[in-house]
């Protein structure tokens, strides 16, 4: 089982980025997925989760307007469409499937782990 991030790069403040996060080894159309986040010497935290079926979502209050959250369970993959990105977005973004389907903002509730993918944004 397998999830793989990625999309990530170095940007400018405000530009825009979208994250892909593509499962492999088993289906995840009845998981909830989330994107978490750490930054150097910091906690990873959440950033925003989906349910199995992408209706529905939730936010960290730091992204809450800027970032959004889907998933296609065709093709096995969530995205996260990020906005208006600010130097302290910067961070590794992590992909993550949880055994739950409703939304879930623990990493404790998390089962699976994607390698992450690093966002730089500059000021």
């Known amino acids: 089982v397998q999830l793989q991030a990625s999309g990530g790069g170095l940007v400018q403040a405000g530009a825009s980025l979208r994250l892909s996060c593509a499962a492999s080894g088993r289906t995840f159309s009845n998981n909830a997925m989330g994107w978490f986040r750490q930054a150097p010497g910091k906690e990873r935290e959440f950033v925003a989760s989906?349910?199995?079926?992408?209706?529905?979502?939730y936010y960290a209050n730091s992204v809450k307007g800027r970032f959004t959250i889907s998933r296609d369970n065709g093709k096995n993959t969530v995205y996260l469409q990020m906005r208006s990105l600010k130097p302290e977005d910067t961070a590794v973004y992590y992909c993550?499937?949880?055994?739950?389907?409703?939304?879930?903002?623990?990493?404790?509730?998390?089962?699976?782990w994607g390698q992450g993918t690093l966002v730089t944004v500059s000021s």
């Open positions: 989906i349910s199995w079926s992408g209706g529905s979502t």
């Open positions: 993550s499937a949880a055994a739950a389907k409703v939304i879930v903002t623990s990493t404790r509730r998390y089962d699976y």
